[in-house]
């Protein structure tokens, strides 16, 4: 038996429902002396900006009881240098190309971006980053229904690509943004971007992150993310891409379960670099043992009842 773990997403097609998460892959040059990275079932890129961004101050990042922090700010070359440097390469690996865009103060980067992408054929969908919390806007797109609805809306007339928007866990109901992202075209949902957090130095009696709150990730916060994956697959049509503090095949399976239809890796691939791969083949193994056809079967399948 030779189970089917290819899914779709809007337009996009994909061979295996696991992902690499933005932040945590580079832009794939950083991974390919690990790993074979035509294995992967898509790279999410490093979150691209119109301009460059040198992100916040050092340190940036902290462990904490079984996850981390961090506050990178979102640095990166820009989208120009994206395009000439890191796209070519990114093509030429063969697996579906997804590249995270954001904006710190104008929503309509968001536009310039999106416009620029979709003339690039080797991407094959652009997720909205309206989530990171490592910015100094006080409130998130993706914590106002409204605000993101707006946004998505404007971005979905500009690009034919698949469009995936990934929502924040810090807000009230995670459900109405989602609902307000799905009216408004987007094509899927990623969930869950890190929870605000913040450790404390307590001989210096100092904060450990140079911003002092940062986003905290890593298998802690996955009670919260099943819980989310959860409500949100409730509520909406759209096939949800679902993350936080997955490690191995059994923290894989819970999503799937809850409700997502693949998932991305995160921070396990900083302590594991060989972790996607091993998901991919463990997510099959688990198939062929519970007589599975297709991994489309385990999605939204979790029995509250007996």
């Not at 992967?40 to 990042?61: C, D, E, M, S, Y």
């Not at 961090?70 to 093509?91: Q, T």
């Not at 910015?135 to 998130?140: A, D, F, P, R, V």
Request: proline share 7%; hydrophobic share 40%.
């Amino acid at each position: 038996m030779k189970p089917n773990l290819s899914i779709s997403i809007g337009k996009l097609k994909l061979k295996n429902p696991v992902l690499v998460a933005s932040g945590t892959f580079g832009y794939g040059e950083e991974f390919e002396d690990f790993i074979n990275l035509k294995e992967l079932g898509a790279i999410v890129t490093k979150t691209i900006t119109l301009k460059p961004r040198q992100g916040n101050f050092p340190p940036r990042t902290c462990e904490t009881p079984a996850g981390m922090l961090n506050s990178i700010g979102l640095e990166n070359p820009g989208l120009d240098v994206f395009i000439k440097e890191k796209v070519p390469y990114l093509a030429r690996i063969g697996v579906p190309l997804i590249v995270s865009i954001a904006s710190e103060y104008d929503p309509g980067e968001f536009l310039s971006v999106s416009r620029r992408l979709d003339k690039i054929r080797a991407v094959c969908a652009i997720e909205l980053n309206i989530s990171c919390p490592n910015l100094k806007n006080k409130k998130l797109i993706a914590q106002d229904p409204a605000a993101t609805y707006r946004l998505v809306s404007k971005v979905r007339r500009v690009t034919g690509k698949a469009l995936i928007t990934k929502l924040s866990p810090n807000v009230t109901c995670i459900t109405d943004i989602a609902s307000a992202a799905e009216k408004a075209g987007s094509d899927a949902l990623s969930l869950i971007n890190t929870l605000g957090g913040m450790s404390i130095d307590t001989r210096a009696r100092k904060p450990k992150l140079a911003s002092i709150c940062g986003g905290l990730s890593g298998p802690s916060i996955r009670p919260v993310a099943l819980k989310m994956v959860w409500e949100v697959y409730q509520k909406t049509e759209l096939p949800i891409i679902g993350m936080g503090g997955i490690i191995d095949t059994p923290s894989a399976l819970e999503f799937f379960i809850a409700g997502a239809s693949a998932v991305a890796v995160g921070t396990a691939n900083f302590v594991n670099p060989g972790i996607v791969p091993e998901i991919i083949r463990g997510l099959k193994e688990y198939c062929r043992g519970h007589k599975i056809n297709s991994i489309k079967e385990l999605t939204g399948s979790l029995r509250c009842q007996d």
